[in-house]
Each structure stands twice: as structure tokens, then as C-alpha cells.
Nanobody
Framework: QVQLVESGGGLVQAGGSLRLSCAAF????????MGWYRQAPGKQREFVAS???????NYQDSVKGRFTISGDNAKNTVYLQMNNLKPEDTAVYYC?????????WGQGTQVTVSS
């Protein structure tokens, strides 16, 4: 069984930065793709960024140039560096790992950006 543990959320002023971390724990798995999603109040969960084990990245248009996703394969950990945060980035951020048996989600971490 694989578990994801997220950390790094918090409250920050607009223009500030935060770094989210997501560590995958378990045995006998290989993380081909890990990603970040977010869900704002009253809205559906949406894709933010993803990274493959080979280092290929993909971003939602609204975060391009501000967010950077990176990974450490040896630690099965993925990071999301968020710069120049905006109030509209306020949401619960979820980590997801794609496995052959299905997707596993983290518990979420709150990011609040004040104006």
C-alpha cells in the first residue's frame, strides 16, 4: 500500500512564495507520474502540474512561469515551488501518484493567499 504525505502549505501574502512537498511511502512501487491538483471552495478539483520519472513536466496555463514542479526519484518525493502567489491560488492542494493499480491521493494541504 502506498501513502502520500504532503507538507508546506500555509498563509502567505500575494506575491509571496511557498514550497509544497509530497513524499510517497510504501514498498514495491515505481512512481511513473506524480502531480499536484488543487480545489478551491465551491469549485472542482483541477490539475496544476505533473512530472514523470524521466523529468518531463506539464503545467496548467495559469501557473506557468510562477510554479515549478520537481522530483527526487530516490526519495519518491515531489515538490511544488510556488512563486508570485495570487489570491486566486487559494485552495487545498493535493498530491497524486499514478500507479499501475490506480491513482493514490494525498490528504491535501491548505494554501491561502491574502490580498
Amino acid at each position: 500500500q502506498v501513502q502520500l504525505v504532503e507538507s508546506g502549505g500555509g498563509l502567505v501574502q500575494a506575491g509571496g512564495s511557498l514550497r509544497l512537498s509530497c513524499a510517497a511511502f510504501g514498498s514495491g512501487f515505481r512512481a511513473n507520474v506524480m502531480g499536484w491538483y488543487r480545489q478551491a471552495p465551491g469549485k472542482q478539483r483541477e490539475f496544476v502540474a505533473s512530472i514523470t520519472s524521466g523529468g518531463m513536466t506539464n503545467y496548467q496555463d495559469s501557473v506557468k512561469g510562477r510554479f515549478t514542479i520537481s522530483g527526487d526519484n530516490a526519495k519518491n518525493t515531489v515538490y511544488l515551488q510556488m512563486n508570485n502567489l495570487k489570491p486566486e491560488d487559494t485552495a487545498v492542494y493535493y498530491c497524486k501518484i499514478v500507479l499501475p493499480i490506480g491513482d493514490v491521493w494525498g490528504q491535501g494541504t491548505q494554501v491561502t493567499v491574502s490580498s
